[in-house]
């Protein structure tokens, strides 16, 4: 396999799998949320709209994901020998931290959802946890950057 095709591969490796931890994700937080507001209706109480926002937080590691993709693509024309296996490793180890990041996120962001819909209280601190999970994503993203950054 030549630099450039192993290049394009580490690519779609790191959208698709930042793009799957997304979809687990944001599918683990939406069950969650229709199975909180089930319990809202059912009780009479207002269905909280803020559920949303815990639904829709792991859709971000696709968006980083596809920076990293774009970067590689960036690779692919003017491609050192050598360049494809560091791009590669890079993209799957990368896109895995990224999508693991977001599918935590969403397991945290089913929970919120339950005790956002059950309390109506803590809003805030249940944001901040899903922010610390989206950290590792970032950090995953930016580490990443830099080690393809030394890849001329």
């Given at each position: 396999?030549?630099?450039?095709?192993?290049?394009?591969?580490?690519?779609?490796?790191?959208?698709?799998?930042?793009?799957?931890?997304?979809?687990f994700g944001t599918g683990f937080a939406?069950?969650?949320?229709?199975?909180?507001?089930?319990?809202?209706?059912?009780?009479?109480?207002?269905?909280?709209?803020?559920?949303?926002?815990?639904?829709?937080?792991?859709?971000?590691?696709?968006?980083?994901?596809?920076?990293?993709?774009?970067?590689?693509?960036?690779?692919?024309?003017?491609?050192?020998?050598?360049?494809?296996?560091?791009?590669?490793?890079?993209?799957?180890?990368?896109?895995?931290?990224?999508?693991?990041?977001?599918?935590?996120?969403?397991?945290?962001g089913a929970a919120a959802c339950d005790?956002?819909?059950?309390?109506?209280?803590?809003?805030?601190?249940?944001?901040?946890?899903?922010?610390?999970?989206?950290?590792?994503?970032?950090?995953?993203?930016?580490?990443?950057?830099?080690?393809?950054?030394?890849?001329?």
């Open positions: 396999m030549s630099d450039a095709a192993m290049i394009v591969a580490g690519a779609i490796a790191c959208l698709g799998l930042s793009g799957a931890g997304s979809a939406a069950s969650a949320a229709v199975a909180s507001w089930k319990k809202c209706y059912a009780a009479g109480k207002p269905a909280p709209f803020l559920l949303l926002s815990f639904v829709g937080a792991p859709i971000t590691q696709t968006l980083y994901g596809m920076i990293l993709m774009f970067i590689m693509l960036g690779k692919v024309g003017n491609a050192v020998a050598g360049a494809g296996v560091p791009c590669l490793v890079s993209g799957v180890f990368a896109g895995l931290a990224i999508g693991l990041s977001a599918l935590f996120q969403g397991r945290a005790a956002q819909a059950e309390t109506n209280q803590g809003f805030t601190n249940y944001l901040a946890a899903l922010g610390i999970v989206e950290t590792v994503a970032i950090f995953a993203m930016v580490f990443a950057l830099i080690a393809l950054g030394s890849i001329k």
